[in-house]
């Protein structure tokens, strides 16, 4: 009985912890990701850029590293840089989008 008490507490503790601080930063995160209806391109998260037309989850994650990888995109026209990403898909989002910097 000892053990099952120690390993509930102990997991439970510090999971809460732990699940509580991440909930606080990831509203965070979307609240700034979302507004006015426009998805700024450098807070998003992969799963909100996939939302977006024309854009599925192979490229939300490509949009993501690219942007890990050579830092914020200063417009939305950067996001060219990012492979699969053409003039007409650029369109296509241009009025769902936003690069805050």
Partial sequence: ???LGQDAG???G???LASDSKSEG???ARESAVSDGLIDINAATAEELDALPGIGA???LAIVKEREKNGRFHSVEDL???KGIGPKLLEKMKSS???KL
Wanted: charged residues 20%.
């Fill in 1 to 3: 009985m000892p053990v």
């Fill in 10 to 12: 102990g997991s439970e």
């Fill in 14 to 16: 510090g999971g809460s």
């Fill in 26 to 28: 990831d509203g965070s």
């Fill in 58 to 60: 192979a490229k939300a």
């Fill in 80 to 82: 060219l840089r990012v």
């Fill in 97 to 99: 989008i936003v690069a």
